[in-house]
């Protein structure tokens, strides 16, 4: 599946229906961990086209697809595999038994089901609008997991089995 372009910016005419800028990152981000072939920012005024927020996403999306092997992945279309996740709070895309990326579109805190997965995971954590990348712990699998994002805004938690 392709995303052709993605409308909102804070110059586009449809703020007033929640199209703006926050609408088009979350957006970029749901169809990446979605599974989608190809996204892209439509131009401004009506989107994001390559400004500076669009360009720390793509910085952020380039760091995650180093790490994770997309055309692998499992998109969690049904958070089947997440609880604890208020609407709109988190997505999640798995290799299973290998990897894991979620993200999370303001901070907060999900469970993930690592039941049927042994073994243990590395977890780091990319902050979207800060650009830096955190090492963060070992998680074990064979259990569910809370993970809550280190700050508020936009965060990537990556899983990867050790």
Do not use: C
């Not at 169809?31 to 360009?55: C, D, K, T, W």
């Amino acid at each position: 599946m392709n995303s052709t372009k993605i409308y909102g910016a804070s110059t586009s005419k449809w703020v007033d229906r929640g199209i703006d800028a926050g609408h088009a990152t979350q957006t970029f981000w749901r169809n990446l961990i979605g599974g989608f072939a190809a996204i892209r920012f439509h131009r401004p005024p009506s989107g994001l086209g390559l400004g500076e927020v669009a360009q720390w996403h793509l910085r952020a999306a380039r760091s995650v697809a180093q790490r994770f092997d997309f055309p692998r992945a499992q998109p969690d279309t049904d958070h089947l595999l997440l609880n604890e996740r208020a609407t709109n709070e988190a997505y999640h895309s798995n290799v299973p038994g290998e990897q894991h990326v979620i993200y999370y579109v303001d901070g907060g805190l999900v469970g993930l089901d690592l039941r049927r997965e042994q073994g243990r995971f590395h977890l780091s954590w990319i902050d979207i609008d800060g650009e830096r990348d955190y090492d963060a712990d070992i998680v074990d699998g064979g259990q569910w997991v809370t993970l809550a994002a280190p700050g508020s805004g936009p965060w990537v938690a990556l899983l990867a089995a050790v």
